[in-house]
């Protein structure tokens, strides 16, 4: 009796940045051996990477916004520029605020 070899695991999606695709590879590793993640699963995941890189650019941009003594200062425009880190993130708290669903295969709410 052999032992098949364990599934490769699918690499980060591209679009995610350093923080998400950090994330991502650490779940899957963390996976146990032939356990593997649902569709609805993966996209909660994905959700979840998208987050992190949220929150990495927003931990640069305030970062970016301390003066010399670290306290923290914001523009009216840097304010904007934080409101669209990324687009969807908007919508995406719009239609989970109305109660809708998520299509697991398209990414996106159904509405």
Not at 93 to 102: K, L, M, N, V
């Amino acid at each position: 009796m052999s032992e098949s070899p364990a599934p490769k695991r699918p690499e980060a999606p591209r679009d995610l940045g350093d923080a998400g695709g950090r994330v991502w590879r650490h779940i899957w590793k963390e996976l146990p051996a032939g356990l593997e993640l649902d569709e609805r699963e993966t996209l909660i995941l994905r959700e979840a990477c998208g987050v992190a890189d949220d929150i990495s650019r927003l931990d640069g941009l305030l970062e970016n916004a301390k003066d010399e003594r670290g306290e923290l200062r914001v523009s009216v425009r840097e304010a904007a520029a934080a409101t669209r880190l990324r687009p969807p993130l908007g919508a995406t708290r719009t239609r989970r605020g109305a109660g809708q669903d998520s299509d697991p295969a398209s990414g996106v709410a159904s509405g």
